[in-house]
């Protein structure tokens, strides 16, 4: 799926491994390519993950976090984010999903 430019919340490592979402926002650049992960956020936020390059992410805030997620913004490595279920489903077609 393509998208608009969207903000999406980086990753980080928890327990067992799993991908969990942070505070730290950047924004994925636009005609970028996204896979719709089946990951589970089991939080009050109401996010989906996405598989994305991280030559498209923008970073928003610079912490340890976005250093740790897309430095250096190799072309061929992916990285998991977190965004807002509506932001999807406004930003593809409804039987994308």
């Not at 636009?30 to 009050?44: F, I, Q, S």
């Amino acid at each position: 799926m393509k998208n608009k430019n969207l903000v999406c919340y980086l990753s980080e490592k928890g327990h067992k491994n799993f991908w969990y979402p942070t505070e730290t926002k950047a924004i994925i650049q636009n005609a970028c390519n996204l896979e719709k992960l089946n990951y589970v956020h089991g939080g009050t936020r109401q996010l989906c993950a996405l598989r994305v390059l991280k030559s498209c992410l923008l970073p928003i805030n610079f912490d340890s976090c976005s250093v740790d997620n897309i430095s250096p913004p190799q072309e061929d490595e992916y990285v998991v984010v977190w965004v807002e279920r509506h932001a999807i489903k406004i930003n593809t077609n409804k039987k994308e999903m």
